[in-house]
């Protein structure tokens, strides 16, 4: 463009002139966004969700760990329910004594030898659970609400290891503290 002569008025403004060009262009577009924070923050809660499942596993494992192998309970561990059938009984619920419980375990008797001896000559061992309660607790001797209940192994936990005869003090209403002298 060239200047206009001295004292000659400018020369009017270009039609359709904004600043991107004649004639009128639209401004460029926004740049493109990129998907990536939506594909991130996906990721990133998928991590999270993970880690919230993998916290609830862990307190659950750790809220029922006091289920244990039947073969594992020892003197002075407190039942919270008692089995129905002793004979196939494979674990346990055990609750700290000072909780409601129905029954105690007053004595373990391991049953010697490599070789199964049969399942009547296990049973048999249950006779040496009453003098073990009268040592135990001579109080839960004379209690009538307190029983019985013998846990011993089959055939197949032998199999696993299990020699233990477990002699179990039961009560029908729950009880709190241990029945030992």
């Known amino acids: 463009m060239t200047q206009p002569p001295y004292g000659a008025p400018p020369p009017p403004p270009q039609p359709y002139s904004y600043g ?34 993998g916290v609830v596993a862990i307190v659950l494992l750790v809220k029922n760990s006091d289920v244990v192998d039947a073969a594992e309970i020892g003197m002075g561990d407190c039942l919270g329910e008692i089995p129905s059938d ?9 609750v700290a004594c000072t909780e ?8 373990v008797i391991t049953v010697p030898g490599d070789d199964f001896p049969g399942q009547d000559k296990i049973i048999g061992y249950q006779d040496k659970c009453q003098p073990a309660l009268e ?3 001579s109080a839960a001797m004379e209690d009538p609400e307190v029983g019985m209940f013998v846990l ?4 197949a936990s032998w ?21 030992k002298n």
């Open 159 to 179: 199999k696993r290891g299990d020699r233990a005869v477990t002699c179990i003090a039961t009560t029908d209403t729950p009880r709190t503290g241990s029945l």
């Open 135 to 137: 040592a135990y607790s």
């Open 152 to 155: 011993y192994p089959t055939e």
């Open 100 to 107: 409601p419980h129905k029954g105690e375990v007053f004595a």
């Open 20 to 53: 991107y060009g004649y004639p009128y262009q639209a401004p460029p577009p926004p740049p493109r966004k990129t998907r990536w924070g939506l594909i991130i923050g996906l990721i990133a809660g998928g991590f999270v969700l993970l880690a919230a499942l």
């Open 86 to 94: 002793s004979s196939l009984v494979s674990s346990v619920k055990t």
